[in-house]
């Protein structure tokens, strides 16, 4: 098609909308010009929803009714038609006689337009076609649809647009809705696991004076009041620490982390995390609690722990396979660091396998470098990736038999890290020393390395047990457990550039 004819016809789309526009305005003024102004009416007597009904038929036929929701179709208007009603459950079909509304109420419902909302009283019945429906005795109408939907889901392709007017997509797409119904069964039974088993939810502040408890580059804002700049949290780890620190012993926090990073299929900048405390465990156990919570959230939620996400069958039940970082990079990369002992022995074998190196980097930070680009794709089962190099953990105690390694997992699922846990540094004095080499990161121009908090020091002089800890991206399993491809395709209104 010409660029002239594609002009031709969007200009053409966008006058019959117009006209469309003009139409239903014009009809919403007749309406409040005869005193039926649908905006006037505060509530409506909703005894029903689609769904009972055709799951209770049987039980229910013959029995006077009312329920609401939104015209999707219309057809057949002579003296009586049929239009499709959608509520939040489903659709059903309402008969709507002349003789049996009115024939001023008939006259108005024929004027309806697709979209518009209505409440409706009547019999439950079965046609002759065998489709269980509403013979309508009263019909309201209790909003007026001023713009058309799209017919059907070809009318907006655009994914961009799915994402901006949301509000379409659930009226039009019900798997759309019925992955968000889904979202909140599987976080309603993370929290039920860990009520079950005594830990307590608790709520920690989203405005910090310090960005700490991950590396990640934060959102910055100012206090008017107090004259400071604060920033929107990265993690609630620190928080939370505290609070085992002053007894509580378990403790979980969800909401939502903010990160002034890049976006892909796999970030948004606001998203949601959990993360997880119990005072005199370790990574250990960290990984039994991961592992027994992921499998029975797919359970519960799904009714399975055997799934398939985009064409990758992957099975979730445990046990699930463990693997230590340097035995995941000799696996996949055929290099085995038990043989390098120096920085620049790490750094050539780095480039024998034609992995950029930046300046200054250290054996650790090599090895996990290396871990990524090669191993991570390669973990499609669950598994659980152990003992860090202490570089790139500064919040994890180390192992005290080689102090160069953590006691930090990573879970893989897919390819994708799903959670990140260890057991919690405690020794105030390494932590210190330890903030002290991110701040000089920080200075040597890195955004995300943490900041010095101090008062998370001085908690940490009054005693933290042995701790175990642990954070669980709550979209990306989200994304997995409805086999979605995108971090937007499970946020209701995900971040997105303003239009011009």
């Known amino acids: 098609m010409s660029e002239e004819n594609m002009q031709a016809n969007q200009q053409n789309e966008e006058q019959d909308l117009s006209e469309l526009l003009r139409i239903r305005r014009s009809k919403l003024k007749d309406l409040q010009d005869n005193n039926n102004d649908p905006f006037k009416i505060v509530k409506y007597d909703v005894q029903n929803s689609t769904k009972n009904i055709l799951d209770n038929f049987e039980a229910l036929e013959g029995q006077n009714t009312s329920i609401a929701g939104r015209v999707m ?24 006689r002349k003789d049996e509304v009115g024939e001023e109420s008939y006259e108005l419902f024929k004027k309806y337009d697709i979209g518009d909302i209505v409440g409706v009283k009547g019999e439950i019945f079965k046609t002759h076609m065998g489709q269980i429906s509403i013979k309508v005795k009263e019909i309201t109408l209790l909003s007026k649809s001023l713009l058309p939907l799209p017919e059907k889901w070809h009318g907006l392709k655009d994914t961009d647009l799915r994402y901006r007017q949301r509000y379409v997509d659930l009226i039009v797409n019900p798997e759309v809705k019925n992955t968000f119904i889904l979202r909140s069964k599987i976080i309603k039974s993370i929290r039920k696991f860990l009520d079950d088993r005594g830990f307590l ?26 004259d400071i700049d604060m920033y929107l949290r990265i993690a609630p780890e620190l928080y939370l620490k505290r609070l085992i620190v002053g007894g509580m012993e378990k403790v979980y926090e969800m909401g939502r982390m903010f990160r002034n990073e890049g976006m892909s299929v796999k970030h948004n900048p606001e998203f949601t995390l959990m993360e997880v405390y119990e005072a005199y465990t370790d990574y250990k156990g960290m990984m039994d609690l991961t592992e027994n919570l992921i499998s ?13 996400y985009q064409g990758q069958e992957v099975d979730l039940t445990p046990s699930w396979n463990r693997m230590s970082m340097i035995e995941a990079v000799r696996k996949y990369a055929g290099v085995d660091f038990n043989d390098i002992k120096t920085d ?24 996990n470098l ?5 191993a991570e794709s390669n973990l499609i089962q669950p598994t659980f990736i152990y003992d860090y190099p202490v570089e790139v953990s500064p919040l994890t105690k ?5 102090p160069e390694l953590t006691e930090r997992f990573e879970l ?42 101090e008062d998370y020091i001085t908690a940490l002089e009054y005693g933290l ?17 409805t086999d979605s491809a995108s971090i937007r395709d499970i946020l209701l209104f995900p971040t997105m550039k303003p239009r011009d």
């Open 344 to 367: 620049d022995e790490a750094k050539a074998a780095a480039e024998a396998k034609k992995v950029h190196v930046k300046a200054g980097m250290t054996r650790g930070e090599i090895l």
């Open 73 to 96: 179709s219309k057809r057949g208007m002579g003296k009586a038609g049929f239009c499709d009603l959608q509520d939040r459950d489903g659709r059903i079909q309402l008969y709507v």
């Open 201 to 226: 939810e608790v709520d920690t502040p989203l405005l910090n004076t310090i960005p700490g408890g991950a590396t990640a580059r934060p959102f910055v804002t100012h206090h008017n009041t107090l």
């Open 465 to 481: 047990p042995p701790t175990g800890g642990l954070g669980i991206g709550v979209d990306r399993l989200i994304i997995l457990l």
């Open 296 to 308: 029975t959230v797919a359970m519960e939620a799904l009714g399975t722990t055997k799934i398939v």
């Open 370 to 374: 290396m871990f990524e680009e090669f």
């Open 412 to 453: 893989f699922i897919t390819g994708r890290e799903m959670a990140n846990a260890y057991s919690e540094l405690n020794d105030p004095i390494d932590q210190k020393e330890r903030f002290l080499g991110q701040v000089k990161k920080r200075e040597s121009g890195d955004e995300e390395a943490n900041m010095m908090d």
């Open 398 to 402: 180390r192992k005290p038999d080689c």
